[in-house]
Nanobody
Framework: QVQVMESGGGLVQAGGSLGLSCTTSASPFVAYNVAWFRQAPGKEREGILCITSSGYTTRYTDSVKDRFTISRDNAKNTVYLQMNSLKPEDTAMYHC????????????????WGQGTQVTVSS
């Protein structure tokens, strides 16, 4: 069973920054495309960013443009989400997901999910 685990969430003031990490046991890690999703209460899970095995990135929501950055370190089996200039509307549970398939904004494209890490941004 492939294990996926997120870390780095917490409480931060508006305008602040947080860095999230996603570590997975998927092997070979380099073959997986990995995305970050978020879900706020009462809303559907929203795709944020995806990064391919080769490092190509795709953004799925304009709301994080110029604020969030996805990256990966294949040697550490880890994908990162750096979040800057955080806003209260960024408050959500943030999930990491991995797939052999192409990057996608649709949750159904991913077959491996972490439990999520909570990000709360205060005003």
């Amino acid at each position: 069973q492939v294990q996926v685990m997120e870390s780095g969430g917490g409480l931060v003031q508006a305008g602040g920054s947080l860095g999230l990490s996603c570590t997975t046991s998927a092997s070979p890690f380099v073959a997986y495309n990995v995305a970050w999703f978020r879900q706020a209460p009462g809303k559907e899970r929203e795709g944020i960013l995806c990064i391919t095995s080769s490092g190509y990135t795709t953004r799925y929501t304009d709301s994080v443009k110029d604020r969030f950055t996805i990256s990966r370190d294949n040697a550490k089996n880890t994908v990162y989400l750096q979040m800057n200039s955080l806003k209260p509307e960024d408050t959500a549970m943030y999930h990491c997901a991995a797939t052999w398939r192409a990057c996608s904004a649709e949750p159904d494209a991913y077959n491996h999910w972490g439990q999520g890490t909570q990000v709360t941004v205060s005003s």
